[in-house]
């Protein structure tokens, strides 16, 4: 079952990805929405807008450079939540990316990302640090321990911050270089209660365990990174398409 939900997310992943963006909604009726639901949200917001670096373990090196688009598609807990939210249900939300990574000396690099979700009042960026404890060599893998945050924006009524500590493992052969990592997501979303009628909603602060995997292929400058995940048990995936060096 898992293993046909990973490939259901990944070839939507891909035909999305070739496709323009399906219409978002406004998130702007959260007074609409139970204590529950609200849960629900919140896990679907942190999962959704959490750090993805949509990348292997290798460090880039004190010359190093990879700037890139990408777009993750993460499951929902129920269209339901989503349409009294938004007023339109959906079972995947999609998160387009611009991203950025620096190699740094030792094994360090930084990356960065922001979103903004067409026809919606969603924003986000993010942050990472990554340390390659193992750079990797002809015969070894590569092990890196990447910690990042990110912060939803634009959205008056809702205050969503993540962090995430994650390990990844990975190991080039020729132009592929396949990847997997685990890790934790901590959320933090926290309603206004001044934009709300009747009885308040409370602060909910999820906390997912993500797991991925993920492929990417080059050539020459040229990179394309294909990558799938379970996060809170929720299925999702994302590609990545940029120029590395």
């Not at 991925?212 to 590609?239: D, I, K, P, R």
Request: aromatic share 8%.
């Amino acid at each position: 079952m898992i293993t046909i939900r990973f490939r259901a997310a990944l070839l939507s992943v891909v035909a999305l990805a070739a496709a323009p963006l399906a219409r978002g909604d406004d998130l702007d009726n959260l007074a609409g929405l139970t204590q529950s639901q609200f849960k629900d949200l919140a896990s679907d917001l942190t999962g959704a807008l959490a750090y993805k670096a949509i990348a292997p373990a290798e460090p880039l090196g004190l010359l190093g450079f990879d700037i890139g688009v990408g777009i993750s598609l993460t499951e929902t807990s129920g269209g339901g939540v989503w349409r009294i939210a938004t007023g339109s249900g959906t079972d995947y939300l999609p998160v387009p990316r611009l991203m950025v990574q620096k190699g740094l000396p030792l094994g360090f690099d930084v990356g960065a990302f922001y979103t903004a979700v067409p026809d919606s009042n969603i924003k986000a960026w993010g942050a990472e640090f990554k340390y390659a404890v193992l750079e990797g060599g002809t015969a070894t893998p590569a092990v890196a321990v990447r910690g990042a945050l990110s912060r939803m924006s634009g959205v008056d009524d809702l205050k969503v911050d993540t962090k995430s500590l994650e390990v990844v493992v990975s190991k080039g052969f020729l132009n592929l270089t396949p990847y997997g990592g685990i890790g934790q997501v901590w959320g933090s979303v926290t309603p206004s209660s001044s934009s709300l009628v009747g009885v308040p909603l409370r602060k909910e602060s999820p906390t997912l365990t993500r797991v991925h995997a993920g492929l990417g292929f080059s050539v020459l400058l040229v990179n394309f990174t294909v990558e799938v995940e379970s996060m809170g048990g929720q299925m999702g995936g994302s590609t990545r398409f940029g120029l590395r060096w």
